[in-house]
């Protein structure tokens, strides 16, 4: 059966995902971006018109470079393999995604107040209200599902009852939830070749040409990547046909959905997780999740919370039988990339990569110590029995569970006061509610782990 959203299941294909990359190479992605904006920014002094006053130059330049940030967001949700590789993970593609696209937007500002043509065409103005105006209200309505991480928490209660206004209700039923967001999202492009073609028409700097076909290869490139998403990269996307097995709740607001499969089983390493289209009673969803399970077992595991519109209501509506469809995998986040003595910082559902690294030991064993923090306000907390009996058949892990109603909230003095090592030589892995992962680097950072050895996983991206 075929899912009935805006993206089509298209033909199955099964790849495996690849291994480690060099640490070098995975910092390329932010550094080939960082380069590129350098070098156009360049390109544009080194052979500005002369005619062309210094405030319109500027004004004009912040267009281009918000046209080549713009065009860069949309190589970077391509999902195509080399992207992955280059930023360490899809979804450290999608947040750099969001950086450069955010980034992008705020350099509106000054091109819309500098850049200036005394004669500008029939549709260029036209054209830069639709892509200003729909690049803004994209980032609006991304940024509303999450308000409370925007705003500061003095004003969550004027905010709370600001969105129980019979007016602002209205507007949530309109706006609808993640489906149509994304629905609207796909819209990108578009606004983004609106953006370009208004450039094009109006720029009096591309008397030069070099720069005005420099903006258009960019641009051009962009679109391009944009054109292969939308009409070409579902025939190419690894797919896996699989049926609902089992629901179980697992706690307050956890659900873990297991599934089985029809044909071909997902190939996948612990810790990654993969795009699951999954038929509801309400018809088919997509969304991706990480994967609880070990390679080796029979069924795909999945630990879903009560985070959005749909999985507040996932275990009511799925049903053992209902056909599912795994795409991927992705991620590489992964303890191979750790040193001998690990930390391991779970929070809440952040404790599903960690779930499949577990039950995974024996075929994948860690090479040294890890002290694995596990904290919940839960009760009685999720998974803890099974994974102190995991723990417990291999020494090298030491579990320290943390029930934050009874012991208070896990703080980095708490981590470093129980690992055996000095900080110097662990290395740490994160995932959980930004507010916990942000306290644990800063506060390990401060006590003397390096750097370069935070890896989190970004399940907030999605």
């Known amino acids: 059966m075929t899912p009935q959203t805006s993206e089509k299941i298209p033909h199955r294909r099964s790849t495996t995902s690849s291994g480690l990359v060099p640490p070098w190479y995975r910092q390329a992605g932010p550094l080939v971006v960082a380069a590129l904006v350098t070098a156009y920014a360049a390109l544009w002094f080194a052979v500005r018109p002369p005619d062309v006053g210094l405030r319109t130059f500027l004004g004009q330049l912040a267009g281009a470079e918000a046209v080549l940030l713009l065009s860069t967001g949309l190589v970077l949700v391509s999902t195509l393999p080399w992207v992955e590789r280059w930023f360490d993970g899809i979804d450290r593609a999608a947040i750099w995604h969001r950086?450069?696209?955010?980034?992008?937007?705020?350099?509106?500002?000054?091109?819309?107040?500098?850049?200036?043509?005394?004669?500008p065409s029939t549709v260029g103005p036209a054209l830069a209200g639709v892509a200003t105006g729909g690049l803004v209200a994209l980032v609006v309505w991304s940024v509303l599902p999450r308000w409370r991480s925007v705003l500061p928490p003095v004003l969550h209660p004027v905010t709370d009852r600001a969105t129980r206004l019979p007016?602002?209700?209205?507007?949530?039923?309109?706006?609808?939830?993640?489906?149509r967001w994304r629905g609207f999202h796909r819209l990108t492009g578009l606004f983004v070749a609106a953006g370009?073609?208004?450039?094009?028409?109006?720029?009096?700097?591309?008397?030069?040409?070099?720069l005005r076909w420099s903006y258009v290869a960019v641009a051009g490139l962009g679109l391009a990547f944009y054109v292969y998403r939308e009409l070409l990269a579902r025939r190419f996307m690894a797919l896996h046909d699989y049926q609902v097995s089992a629901v179980t709740s697992v706690g307050a607001g956890l659900v873990e959905i297991a599934l089985r499969p029809l044909g071909r089983r997902l190939d996948f390493v612990p810790g990654q997780f993969a795009m699951v289209f999954l038929e509801a009673k309400d018809g088919w969803h997509r969304h991706p999740f990480t994967i609880a399970s070990a390679p080796g077992e029979g069924v795909v595991r999945f630990t879903v919370k009560a985070?959005?519109?749909?999985?507040?209501?996932?275990?009511?509506?799925?049903?053992?039988?209902?056909?599912?469809?795994?795409?991927?995998?992705?991620?590489?986040f992964t303890h191979r990339k750790g040193t001998a003595h690990q930390v391991w910082v779970a929070g809440g559902v952040g404790v599903t990569p960690f779930l499949s690294w577990l039950r995974s030991l024996g075929e994948h064993p860690?090479?040294?110590?890890?002290?694995?923090?596990?904290?919940?306000?839960?009760?009685?907390?999720?998974?803890?029995?099974?994974?102190?009996?995991?723990?417990?058949?291999?020494p090298g892990v030491r579990v320290h569970v943390v029930r934050s109603d009874v012991d208070g909230r896990l703080t980095a003095a708490t981590v470093l006061s129980r690992v055996r090592a000095q900080p110097r030589d662990l290395s740490v892995f994160l995932c959980g509610p930004e507010g916990l992962?942000?306290?644990?680097?800063?506060?390990?950072?401060?006590?003397?782990?390096?750097?370069?050895?935070?890896?989190?996983?970004y399940f907030d991206w999605r």
Do not use: C
């Open 99 to 119: 950086r450069v696209a955010i980034t992008g937007m705020l350099l509106l500002a000054p091109h819309a107040a500098l850049a200036g043509n005394p004669s």
């Open 167 to 179: 007016g602002v209700v209205l507007l949530q039923k309109i706006l609808g939830g993640y489906e």
């Open 196 to 210: 370009f073609l208004h450039g094009l028409l109006d720029a009096t700097t591309f008397g030069s040409q070099t």
């Open 307 to 332: 985070l959005g519109d749909w999985t507040g209501a996932v275990g009511d509506l799925v049903e053992p039988g209902m056909p599912a469809v795994i795409g991927g995998p992705h991620g590489r």
């Open 366 to 394: 860690v090479h040294g110590e890890v002290d694995f923090f596990y904290t919940s306000a839960e009760k009685p907390v999720p998974y803890a029995e099974e994974i102190e009996a995991l723990a417990a058949a291999h």
């Open 437 to 457: 992962v942000e306290s644990m680097t800063d506060g390990l950072r401060a006590g003397g782990v390096p750097v370069g050895r935070f890896h989190r996983e």
